[in-house]
Nanobody, 118 residues
Framework: QVQLVESGGGVVQTGGSLRLSCRTSGFTFRVYNMAWYRQAPGNEREMVALSKADGTSYYADSVKGRFTISRDNAKNTLYLQMENLKSDDTAVFFC????????????WGQGTQVTVSS
């Protein structure tokens, strides 16, 4: 049974930092592309960052230079380090497995809320 469990969300002030984690089980993590998505109220879900199994990464323009995606294949865990957070970053962040740059994968976590207050 595939499971993705996000953690690390919370309330932070503008300019602050958070580190999200996505602990996974039930599939061979190291061969899967993994991504972080987010969805703000009234907005469509959007990809934030992608970590491909081949070691390459992709970032949305809105987070380049502020967010860093990483993975620990030994721990089957995906991370998102977020720096210099802005109010526009307020959203529910989701972990996704099995997709690519232009397509979502079939597996999702339940999401973790990130709220950036000014």
């Amino acid at each position: 049974q595939v499971q993705l469990v996000e953690s690390g969300g919370g309330v932070v002030q503008t300019g602050g930092s958070l580190r999200l984690s996505c602990r996974t089980s039930g599939f061979t993590f190291r061969v899967y592309n993994m991504a972080w998505y987010r969805q703000a109220p009234g907005n469509e879900r959007e990809m934030v960052a992608l970590s491909k199994a081949d070691g390459t990464s992709y970032y949305a323009d809105s987070v380049k230079g502020r967010f860093t995606i990483s993975r620990d294949n030994a721990k089957n865990t995906l991370y998102l380090q977020m720096e210099n957070l802005k109010s526009d970053d307020t959203a529910v962040f989701f972990c996704n497995a099995g997709g690519g740059r232009w397509a979502e994968g079939p597996y999702w976590g339940q999401g973790t809320q990130v709220t950036v207050s000014s």
